[in-house]
């Protein structure tokens, strides 16, 4: 990969005071940002030189006067003469501003990329910066200073040439430099924001072993980063937390016309794709042509696989993209030269030659794998999640069609049992979906019906997720909701028909009423999820105790709560337990759960549902005061947990 170097190779571009007049130019920032990548670009050549196969371990050192180190144990910077300029290639390195690989496609370089600004540049933004080569035995050093005594500006100029320092039997580079303070405003490094770099860093590229020293802080200042598994290691590390459905990680390498390719891939139980891309080492937050390769081939692939086996009997031409990608986790590393950046951020791959590598080096890979008699328990559980995916899509695509003719044609009955408010101002008007049709009574008697609009569920709605979209709709509960709300459903959704802002769901507090809370939320979040994301839907709460002492009533809703009042209640009192929220008269249910003065709801948002039935928990266990409404900004929505409850 590497190739022979000689120092005239390097190429003469620029003087270092161009760097000085237009920091911006070469680093973006003068902020957090270019500080760290003045880091980044020495720590990158280090990584060129490790990843060649010359290098190991490479040592970064935080130092308390905010300069830093950088070592590895490769082969040095060549101390020989250059050529034409007649100084050793380590002055030339630091004193000439070249482009690396960005240019010089003969000098190999796969990593710096969009910011290999060079070490050059690094040196005219420093105050100092001190060279050490270790090699054949000797100790070459070299120090540079970008202002005289004086304080005159002579940016990064020789203070020492090129000087044998003494014998040495270690061998590598180390480079320590001082970034400006007149060129940066702040020049402290962030020792996490290096760490996670070199963590990174060490996934990407395996068996390179990295330690970070904070000579700054007293203690957790040390960090070593090495994983032999490289991709393999960082998509088990992305899906820690959560369940995979396969226990290997797919990994793939190949390189076609000079591009290089890393794949890993692994799916899990959730319902979204986290694909992380990389080329050259720098993030492709933007994603572009490699990702888009990725996509096509995985997509082909597997539904070229589908198709020979007759796995699915959809009647169009196969499965979409997304059905492939829902639980996916994946890592894509590629490496290669004269890389092209487009998008908002500038960190979009652009060459196109990228999407005919990825394509064709994961086509042929991935078929062999998922022909390999030894992946089949994978490759079942992959495709059937997929297939699911698309029998999901597909089955909400019918049942729209339907609930498009069923709403010209018979939409009036649809919303027969709704009891709807007399306010017009959706903003300000409320939809209680109410477990129970004597609940439903009450909350239809005890309502302000001038924004509060009552649907009473009969009996436990239709489990939607064992169902399709279309025995979904043609359930009259599920179609009441929809015709209630206004907003259509799925692709049709429109949040601005939206008729109610909150959406508050009151079912009793037993297991049938977290169950059928469970099929609610499922079923807005399956089919309007927008209406979780901004925030209009709630779990109301209705009180588990009643407290009567003389003419004193007053209500628990949970259990240290009764103990508290019930102290408080004096001798003689009684204590009503309910059993549901159809023990409740109209008056009762307005005091304690739809007058918005008094009651509990909690807002369900999307992150994570699982934090919200916790906060319910917590709140139906300790939380006393203050009887309003809870907007749980971080109680979220998770699925895992509510199809666990329902033993999905
Ligand atoms: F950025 C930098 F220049 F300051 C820097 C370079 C910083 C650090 C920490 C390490 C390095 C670096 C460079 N480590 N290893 C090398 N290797 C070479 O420059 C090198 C050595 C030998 C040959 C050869 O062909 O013999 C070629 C190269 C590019």
């Not at 040196?123 to 120090?143: H, P």
């Not at 009955?413 to 306010?423: D, F, H, M, R, W």
Request: charged share 25%.
């Amino acid at each position: 990969m590497a190739k022979s170097y000689e120092a005239n190779d390097i190429q003469v571009l620029e003087g270092l005071k161009a760097v000085r007049l237009r920091p911006g130019m070469y680093i973006g920032t003068t902020g957090s940002r270019g500080l760290h990548h003045l880091l980044w670009e020495i720590i990158d050549n280090a990584v060129d030189e490790a990843v060649n196969g010359y290098a190991s371990n490479i040592d970064v050192i935080l130092h308390a006067d905010n300069s830093a180190t950088v070592i590895d144990d490769g082969r040095g910077i060549p101390v020989g003469n250059h050529d034409v300029l007649k100084k050793p290639g380590v002055e030339v390195v630091f004193t000439q501003l070249h482009a690396g690989g960005k240019f010089n496609t003969n000098n190999y370089s796969y990593s710096g990329g969009l910011h290999g600004v060079g070490a050059a540049a690094v040196n005219a933004l420093s105050e100092w910066l001190e060279v050490e080569v270790a090699v054949d035995g000797q100790l070459y050093y070299q120090r540079y200073e970008t202002f005289t005594e004086n304080g005159d500006l002579q940016v990064g100029k020789p203070v020492t040439p090129l000087l044998i320092k003494g014998k040495t039997d270690r061998k590598g580079t180390r480079v320590r430099f001082l970034p400006d303070k007149r060129v940066f405003p702040d020049i402290h490094l962030n020792f996490d924001i290096v760490a996670k770099r070199l963590k990174e860093l060490a996934f990407l590229n395996k068996g390179i072993k990295f330690t970070l020293t904070d000579e700054r802080m007293d203690d957790n200042n040390k960090r070593v980063y090495c994983f032999d598994g490289g991709l393999v290691d960082f998509v088990r590390y992305l899906n820690e937390d959560k369940t995979p459905l396969h226990n290997d990680v797919i990994y793939i390498e190949g390189e076609k016309d000079g591009i290089y390719a890393q794949i890993a891939i692994q799916y899990t139980d959730a319902y979204t794709e986290s694909i992380f891309s990389y080329v050259n080492n720098i993030p492709t937050t933007e994603g572009g042509s490699h990702e888009t390769g990725f996509k096509t081939a995985l997509t082909r692939v597997l539904n070229d696989y589908i198709k020979t086996n007759s796995l699915y009997k959809g009647k169009n031409s196969g499965l979409n993209g997304e059905d492939f990608r829902e639980g996916l986790t994946a890592v894509i590393s590629v490496k290669m030269n004269n890389i092209q950046f487009e998008g908002q951020t500038k960190t979009k791959l652009g060459n196109p030659e990228a999407r005919t590598a990825l394509e064709t080096i994961l086509s042929d890979k991935l078929l062999y794998y998922i022909e390999d008699i030894d992946n089949q328990e994978s490759v079942r559980a992959i495709i059937e999640k997929a297939i699911n995916a698309a029998k999901v899509r597909e089955a909400a695509r019918k049942a729209k069609e339907i609930t498009r003719r069923k709403n010209s044609l018979e939409a009036a009955p649809l919303v027969g049992k709704l009891a709807s408010c007399t306010g017009r101002d959706a903003k300000l008007n409320e939809l209680f979906i109410v477990e129970g049709d004597s609940a439903g009574g009450s909350a239809k008697q005890g309502r302000d019906r001038r924004f509060q609009a009552i649907l009473p569920l009969r009996g436990k709605p239709l489990n939607v997720e064992k169902k399709r979209l279309d025995q979904v709709l043609a359930n009259e509960e599920f179609r009441t909701i929809i015709s209630a709300l206004g907003t259509g459903i799925d692709e049709d959704f429109n949040i601005d028909s939206l008729k109610y802002h909150k959406i508050i769901i009151l079912s009793d507090a037993d297991q049938d009423g977290a169950h059928i809370r469970a099929i609610l939320l499922t079923f807005f979040f399956r089919y309007m999820k927008e209406l979780i994301k901004r925030g209009h839907v709630y779990i109301g709460m209705a009180p588990l105790y009643k407290i009567t002492s003389g003419s004193k009533v007053e209500y628990a809703y949970n259990d240290e709560e009764l103990t508290m009042k019930v102290k408080s209640a004096g001798k003689s009192y009684t204590v009503q337990r309910y059993k549901g929220l159809g023990e409740m008269n109209p008056e009762q249910l307005w005091e304690t759960t739809m007058n918005p003065a008094n009651r509990f709801i909690v807002q369900v948002t999307l992150e994570d549902a699982a934090e919200a039935e916790r906060l319910i928990t917590i709140l139906m266990g300790d939380k006393v005061e203050p009887r309003r409404d809870y907007i749980a900004a971080n109680a979220n929505f998770n699925k895992k947990d509510i199809f666990q409850e329902m033993g999905v």
